[in-house]
C-alpha cells in the first residue's frame, strides 16, 4: 500500500526513528513523520503477536474514543484562534491539568497523518497552555484550571510532556508556521531547568513552587530531595540533551539513575517497585526513601500507587528508543515480578503495591493504568512474550476515564512501534 492512500485510508478509519538535533526543520502543511510509523526498537525488543496492521488498528480505534471524549473546544484566544483542552475526568468536565495538556499534545502529534485536524488540534492545546501561565513562573503552566484556590502553580510532569511535545511538533511539521515550536520548546526547556530542577539534586522537584534548598531539621517538607518517582523521564531528558546541547540534562539523568539505584536496593531489592514520592534518609541528599503516608496525595504516597504505576512506561521508553542498559535491567527486575506475582493473568494485578511486592489493601481490582505500562516494560524482556500478549489483549479496548485512557493510549503507540524520539 502507498504512504499517500494508508495515510488516507486511516484518516477515514479515525473518523475526523532518528533523534534529531536543534535545528528546525522547514515548516510544511503535511506531517513529516504521519502515523504509523513502525519505528524499529532498539533490539532486543518484542512486539505483540499480532499483525502490525492490528496494532496500527487498535491504536487509531483507541485514539477516536480519546479524542471524542477528552479533547474539547476551549473557546478562543485574542486573536480569534480555537482553542482546545483536555477534560481531567469525566466527572468534572469543566477541570483540565497541566498533566493533561502534555499528554493531549504528544497524542495528537503521534497521530498526525492519521487525524488531518492533528495540527490545528496540537496548535489550540499549546494556546490554551499559553493561555494559562504559573504565577511563579509564567514560563510554565498553572497546574489546574480553573483555580482550585490553592494558588496557581505548575508541575513538573505537565511541562515536561509540554516541552517534549512540542519537540515532536518541531519534526513534524517545522517551525516556520503560525507557532515556532522550536523557540517555544526552548523557552520552556529553559523554565524547566531553572525553576524545576533542584541545583543540587539535580532531581526533577514537583513543581515551581517547591523551594529547592533548605534543611529537614527546619521543618521543610518539600525540597529538591522529594521527588515524584513518575516524573524520572529518562527518554525526555535525553531528547531535551540533543536539543539544547545542555550538559545539565546528563546530570538529571544520572541524577535520577542514582536515586532509582537507592531506593530500589534497600526497599525494593526483589521487585523493583517504586514509591509514588520518595524524601532523603536523613539530611537534605542522597540516599532517599519511601515518603511516609499522607505526604501530598493520600495513604499510599510511599507505595506503588496512581503516580508510581506509570514509572514502567518511563523507564521502557529509554530501553526502546535508546537500548539503555541501566533502565534495562530495572525494567528486568520488576517485570519479571509482576508477572510471578499474578501468575501470568493480568486480571490479578492489584489496583496498586507496597514495595515488598505485597497488594496494597482495598484495592483489590483491574487497572489499565498499571497493565498499560507494565506491557511496555515487558517488551524490554526476551523471554515475557506470553506476558507482554496477556498485557495487551487485557488493555487494547477498555476504556475506564482520562488518565487511564491517556496513559494507556501513549503505551500503545509505543507497544505498536508508532512512538519515535523527536
Not at 507505595?303 to 541501566?326: E, H, I
Not at 526476551?382 to 503505551?411: G, I
Request: with cysteine.
Amino acid at each position: 500500500m502507498t504512504r499517500p492512500l494508508a495515510a488516507f485510508l486511516l484518516a477515514a478509519l479515525v473518523g475526523c526513528a532518528a533523534v534529531g538535533g536543534a535545528e528546525p526543520p522547514p515548516a510544511t502543511p503535511e506531517p513529516r513523520r504521519p502515523f504509523p510509523q513502525h519505528v524499529t526498537y532498539v533490539a532486543p525488543a518484542l512486539s505483540p503477536s499480532l499483525p502490525q496492521a492490528t496494532l496500527d488498528a487498535d491504536v487509531l480505534a483507541y485514539y477516536r474514543v480519546w479524542k471524542e471524549r477528552y479533547l474539547v473546544p476551549a473557546g478562543e484566544d485574542a486573536a480569534g484562534r480555537p482553542l482546545y483542552r483536555i477534560v481531567h475526568s469525566l466527572e468534572k468536565p469543566d477541570e483540565t491539568v497541566s498533566e493533561g495538556m502534555g499528554y493531549g499534545m504528544m497524542i495528537v502529534a503521534y497521530l498526525a497523518g492519521a487525524d488531518p485536524e492533528a495540527r490545528e488540534l496540537f496548535d489550540g492545546l499549546f494556546r490554551y497552555v499559553q493561555a494559562h501561565p504559573s504565577d511563579v513562573d509564567p514560563r510554565l503552566m498553572g497546574w489546574i484550571q480553573p483555580l482550585d484556590g490553592q494558588g496557581n502553580d505548575s508541575a513538573f510532569d505537565g511541562d515536561a510532556d509540554i516541552a517534549y511535545a512540542l519537540l515532536l511538533a518541531n519534526r513534524q511539521w517545522g517551525s516556520d508556521g503560525a507557532i515556532d515550536y522550536a523557540a517555544a520548546a526552548r523557552t520552556r526547556l529553559q523554565a524547566i531547568a531553572e525553576s524545576t530542577i533542584g541545583p543540587a539534586s539535580k532531581l526533577p522537584m514537583l513543581g515551581d513552587w517547591v523551594a529547592p534548598g533548605g534543611r529537614l531539621e527546619e521543618g521543610l517538607k518539600y525540597h529538591e530531595f522529594t521527588p515524584r518517582t513518575s516524573d524520572f523521564m529518562p527518554a525526555h531528558f535525553r531528547a531535551f540533551r540533543a536539543f539544547t546541547n545542555d550538559p545539565l540534562w546528563d546530570e538529571v539523568g544520572a541524577a535520577i539513575q542514582r536515586a532509582v539505584s537507592g531506593l530500589e536496593e534497600s526497599y525494593s531489592p526483589a521487585t523493583g517497585l517504586m514509591p509514588d514520592f520518595a524524601t532523603p534518609e536523613h539530611d537534605m541528599g542522597f540516599p532517599l526513601k519511601p515518603v511516609a503516608p499522607n505526604f501530598l496525595e493520600g495513604p499510599h504516597d510511599g507505595d506503588y500507587d496512581y503516580n508510581a504505576g506509570r514509572y514502567p512506561w518511563r523507564a521502557s521508553t529509554a530501553v526502546l528508543l535508546y537500548g539503555d542498559a541501566f533502565w534495562r535491567e530495572r525494567m528486568d527486575k520488576l517485570s519479571h515480578w509482576a508477572e510471578r506475582a499474578t501468575g501470568g493473568d493480568p486480571a490479578g494485578l492489584n489496583a496498586g503495591y507496597h514495595l515488598d511486592g505485597t497488594p496494597t489493601e482495598g484495592q483489590a481490582y483491574f487497572t489499565i493504568f498499571f497493565a498499560a505500562p507494565l506491557a511496555t516494560a515487558a517488551m524490554t524482556q526476551p523471554d515475557q512474550q506470553a506476558w507482554l500478549d496477556a498485557l495487551y489483549l487485557a488493555v487494547r479496548d477498555r476504556h475506564e476515564d482520562y488518565y487511564e485512557d491517556s496513559v494507556t493510549l501513549l503505551n500503545l503507540l509505543l507497544l505498536s512501534h508508532n512512538y519515535w524520539a523527536p
